[in-house]
C-alpha cells in the first residue's frame, strides 16, 4: 500500500525566507502528484499538480519538483510571507489518492 | 478548475440524530469522494461516489452509517448516521477531472456532535 510522508511536519521561518517543503512517497506507480494548502477549518485549494511524466511545475512563487524514482517530491516557496501560513498536503495519485499527513507552515512578520 | 460548494458549512448536533451534508459542483463530474478529517489529522477517503453505480466505501465506513446518493452528475449528499462524539470531524467532498486526476475540494462541513 501507498505511504506518503512529510516532513518537518511544522515549520516556522521569518518573512522573505525561501523554503522547501517535502514529501515523500513508497511506490513508484503513480500517476501524478498534487500538491495542496488547507487553512484552519477549510477545504483544501489545489497548488499544482504534475503528471507522472513531468518533472516540475510552476506558479508564481510556488515550484514543485517530482522525482519518481526517488520517491520524492518538494514545494519551493519563495519569498515567503504571512499569508502562506497554512498546512500544506501532498497527494500522490495510484489506485486511489494517498495523502500525506500535512507540513504546517508559518511565516513569522 | 471545478468549483465545489457544501452546505451545511458547521453544524452542532446531538448524539443519535442524523445530519446530510450536500455537495454541488458548477460542472459535470463522474468520480467525486467524501472524506473525513478529525482534529489535527490527515484525510481519510470514507467512499468514492461515482453517478451511475452503488457508492464504494473504503475499510472502516459501512453504508448504514454513511449513506450516500449521486443522483446525477453535480450533486452528492453524505448522510452522517446516529451520529457519536466520534463523528466530530470536517467532512470534505471532492471531484478529480477523468482525463488528469486532478482533485478539487470543497470548503468542507465541519460536524460537533454533543
Known amino acids: 500500500k501507498q505511504e506518503v510522508t512529510q516532513i518537518p511536519a511544522a515549520l516556522s521561518v521569518p518573512e522573505g525566507e525561501n523554503l522547501v517543503l517535502n514529501c515523500s512517497f513508497t511506490?513508484?506507480?503513480?500517476?501524478?502528484l498534487q500538491w495542496f494548502r488547507q487553512d484552519p477549518g477549510k477545504g483544501l485549494t489545489s497548488l499544482l499538480l504534475i503528471q507522472s511524466s513531468q518533472r516540475e511545475q510552476t506558479s508564481g512563487r510556488l515550484n514543485a519538483s517530482l522525482d519518481k524514482s526517488s520517491g520524492r517530491s518538494t514545494l519551493y516557496i519563495a519569498a515567503s510571507q504571512p499569508g502562506d501560513s497554512a498546512t500544506y498536503l501532498c497527494a500522490a495519485t495510484g489506485n486511489q489518492f494517498y495523502f500525506g499527513t500535512g507540513t504546517s507552515l508559518t511565516v513569522i512578520p | 478548475s471545478a468549483v465545489i460548494s457544501q452546505k451545511p458549512s458547521r453544524d452542532i448536533c446531538q448524539r443519535g440524530t442524523s445530519l446530510t451534508i450536500q455537495c454541488q459542483v458548477d460542472s459535470q463530474v463522474t468520480m467525486m469522494f467524501w472524506y473525513r478529517q478529525q482534529p489535527g489529522q490527515s484525510l481519510t477517503l470514507i467512499a468514492t461516489a461515482n453517478q451511475g453505480s452503488e457508492a464504494t466505501y473504503e475499510s472502516g465506513f459501512v453504508i448504514d452509517k454513511f449513506p450516500i446518493s449521486r443522483p446525477n452528475l453535480t450533486f452528492s449528499t453524505l448522510t452522517v448516521s446516529n451520529m457519536s462524539p466520534e463523528d466530530s470531524s470536517i467532512y470534505l467532498c471532492?471531484?478529480?477531472?477523468?482525463?488528469?486526476?486532478?482533485?478539487?475540494f470543497g470548503p468542507g462541513t465541519r460536524l460537533t456532535v454533543t
Open positions: 511506490d513508484s506507480a503513480i500517476y501524478n
Open positions: 471532492s471531484v478529480a477531472r477523468t482525463a488528469t486526476y486532478e482533485q478539487y
